[in-house]
T-cell receptor
Framework: DSGVTQTPKHLITATGQRVTLRCSPR?????VYWYQQSLDQGLQFLIQ???????AKGNILERFSAQQFPDLHSELNLSSLELGDSALYFC????????????FGPGTRLTVL | QQPVQSPQAVILREGEDAVINCSSS?????VHWYRQKHGEAPVFLMI?????EQKGHDKISASFNEKKQQSSLYLTASQLSYSGTYFC???????????FGKGTLLTVNP
């Protein structure tokens, strides 16, 4: 158990819908990272937050948005969903330093029908 | 641009050594290594920053050659638990904007 929690574990929805994925970092960790993993695109970095502020942005679509709240949990919002958004979404957390060990959550498997 | 990993797959017997390479066409600031077992989340292994620093823990180590824009992951005296897909992620700046390779599937047999 990494100490990072993600909810829900599985999500099945229809095209055009909007969903929210939630991530709670390890106690004391300030940074949250979001990743997408699919068979087509492989592993992709989406976005990083540090203590509530966006720190780095990767291949995140405009239909996707994220935020980190004062209690340091983070949410990834996916809207106008398309079939190609079906993937595993992982979050990870680290401490103060970018070189600290990242701890991954178990992931949310999103299926868009 | 996506880094290139080689080999794509490798099969070892327990106790053998392996090297996985990660090459980029862009100047690199950092290289990140992860291992992922089937059906599980990735596990972070290490980060290497430019400067040719070599890192390691247990029997897994890595080097970063910034002149060649290449990193290598060394697995020594492999164990069954080393099986999985290894990914490298590279960043060209000090921010965390990582691009991942397609992965190297490592299988360790008894």
């Amino acid at each position: 158990d990494s100490g990072v929690t993600q909810t829900p574990k599985h999500l099945i929805t229809a095209t055009g819908q909007r969903v929210t994925l939630r991530c709670s970092p390890r106690s004391g960790d300030l940074s949250v990272y979001w990743y997408q993993q699919s068979l087509d695109q492989g592993l992709q970095f989406l976005i990083q937050y540090y203590n509530g502020e966006e720190r780095a942005k990767g291949n995140i679509l405009e239909r996707f948005s994220a935020q980190q709240f004062p209690d340091l949990h983070s949410e990834l919002n996916l809207s106008s969903l398309e079939l190609g958004d079906s993937a595993l979404y992982f979050c990870a957390s680290t401490g103060r330093e970018a070189t600290d060990t990242q701890y991954f959550g178990p992931g949310t498997r999103l299926t868009v029908l | 641009q996506q880094p290139v990993q080689s080999p794509q797959a490798v099969i070892l017997r327990e106790g053998e050594d392996a090297v996985i390479n990660c090459s980029s066409s862009k100047a690199l600031y950092s290289v990140h290594w992860y291992r992922q077992k089937h059906g599980e989340a990735p596990v972070f292994l290490m980060i290497l920053l430019k400067g040719g620093e070599q890192k390691g823990h247990d029997k897994i180590s890595a080097s970063f050659n910034e002149k060649k824009q290449q990193s290598s992951l060394y697995l020594t005296a492999s164990q069954l638990s080393y099986s999985g897909t290894y990914f490298c992620g590279t960043a060209s700046g000090s921010n965390y904007k990582l691009t991942f390779g397609k992965g190297t599937l490592l299988t360790v047999n008894p």
